[in-house]
């Protein structure tokens, strides 16, 4: 399996909502990220899970809220958003932590399209 | 902050033709990778430069590393339809001292390519 699988591929929720959106790898990669894109823009980072702790927040805003469950697993819980966050949100995972990292790249999954009405 | 320039920012060429993109920044990488990604879905690793001077050539993709890591480049040879996309260069780098990386994305070069 060489696969990021995102659910759900599309979401629309209000602003009132919560909502999670959930990331499953099972290659055996220790390193985990959620990236935040607009449309036509690069993607920016949010959160760095390694061996299921979070190591980086990019400063986001208390409204997104991860969890690393498992090695396998990494959720995004959603709280209150604003039409402003939506975006595709995209699943990242890479094989060792360090400087070997880049050796290798990173494996994306295909995203969740977030509309925020 | 690292800061990544990817340049042109649109490219539209015909069938056949060859094409650069480039990177460049003041910031030094332990490695750089070159994305490709199509609308609605999520960026697709195309090739990883890791060494100052690299070349590493896969069928009609070509990238090259500069000496000092800083600035990269992605040629592809006989351009075809299917290759029009969102190409995406990104710097990886150890992150405030922990050892973890962290990819710094170029703006993006939206290809397009002409039957």
């Known amino acids: 399996d060489t696969e990021v699988t995102q659910t759900p591929k599309h979401l629309v929720m209000g602003m009132t909502n919560k909502k999670s959106l959930k990331c499953e790898q099972h290659m055996g990669h220790r390193a985990m990220y959620w990236y935040k894109q607009k449309a036509k823009k690069p993607p920016e980072l949010m959160f760095v899970?390694?061996?299921?702790?979070?190591?980086i927040n990019e400063s986001v805003p208390s409204r997104f809220s991860p969890e690393c469950p498992n090695s396998s697993l990494l959720n995004l819980h959603l709280h209150a958003l604003q039409p402003e966050d939506s975006a595709l949100y995209l699943c990242?995972?890479?094989?060792?932590?360090?400087?070997?990292?880049?050796?290798?790249?990173?494996?994306f999954g295909s995203g969740t399209r977030l509309t925020v009405v | 902050t690292q800061l990544l320039e990817q340049s042109p920012q649109f490219l539209s060429i015909q069938e056949g033709e060859n094409l650069t993109v480039y990177c460049n920044s003041s910031?030094?990488?332990?490695?750089l990778q070159w994305y490709r990604q199509e609308p609605g879905e999520g960026p697709v690793l195309l090739v990883t430069?890791?060494?100052?001077?690299e070349v590493k050539k896969l069928k009609r993709l070509t990238s090259q590393f500069g000496d000092a890591r800083k600035d990269s480049s992605l040629h592809i040879t006989a351009a075809q339809p299917g290759d029009t996309g969102l190409y995406l260069c990104?710097?990886?780098?150890?992150?405030?001292?922990?050892?973890?990386?962290?990819?710094?994305f170029g703006q993006g070069t939206i290809l397009t390519v002409h039957p």
């Open positions: 990242a995972s890479s094989p060792k932590e360090g400087r070997a990292r880049g050796y290798y790249g990173y494996t």
């Open positions: 430069v890791v060494t100052g001077g």
């Open positions: 910031s030094v990488f332990s490695s």
């Open positions: 899970y390694s061996y299921e702790k979070l190591s």
């Open positions: 990104a710097g990886a780098s150890n992150a405030g001292g922990t050892s973890y990386g962290k990819l710094t």
